[in-house]
């Protein structure tokens, strides 16, 4: 199964379940990044692109899911703000500007390691001097969506995407064990860091 037709599937069951709260980690790196250009990498249903804009970014949010994307757009019409949606795959679709802020957060679980890595070098590529990136991501463990995916994603090993923002400003990081179900855990990374000068 493709990603895009797994995620419209979880989107169209479980849409209502999900949280519509912004990541804590959007929250922190909104307070450290200028405001400006933001892109949010696999939005989903925009609960972190929604954030963004009404933080006052200038917002593209971009993802795969169809039914994803068409729940954010319901979720914005008639507010006024500086937000734009994209179906697409960020692999094909993204990072021809430059951007203050760069969320990635949890999708590089679906995404194959050579461009999960291809991806990261790209975000820090196009973040501007002192810009912001957040990632969210699986280490190794039990994800089970992603056993029904035709392609493996990326999961990290420990340090690993500490290791990848060598010479940024580290603003928080943790890596924390997620709880699935009753009995599923995953270690889950988190890192918000800060582009030098
Ligand atoms: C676990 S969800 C996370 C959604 C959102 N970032 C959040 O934290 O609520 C992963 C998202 O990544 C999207 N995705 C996966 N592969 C993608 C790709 N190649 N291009 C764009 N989006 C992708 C999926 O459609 C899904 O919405």
Redesign the pocket.
Known sequence: MQ??EL?DLAYSALGDTLTLEP?VATTIAVKHAAKGKALDI????G??TLFLAESGFDVVG????RV?IERLNARVKGKNLKLKTVV????QELLKDEYTLIVC???LQ??PQKDSLWMIERMQSKTLPRGVNFIAAYGHGTLETNRLLDEEGHFFGSSELRKLYVGWEILYYSSDMEQIGRATYNPFFTIVAQKPK
């Open positions: 990603a895009g995620y990541a696999g939005c989903g249903q609960r972190d971009i993802d795969i899911s994803g697409g795959d960020v692999r957060n949890r999708v679906d995404i």
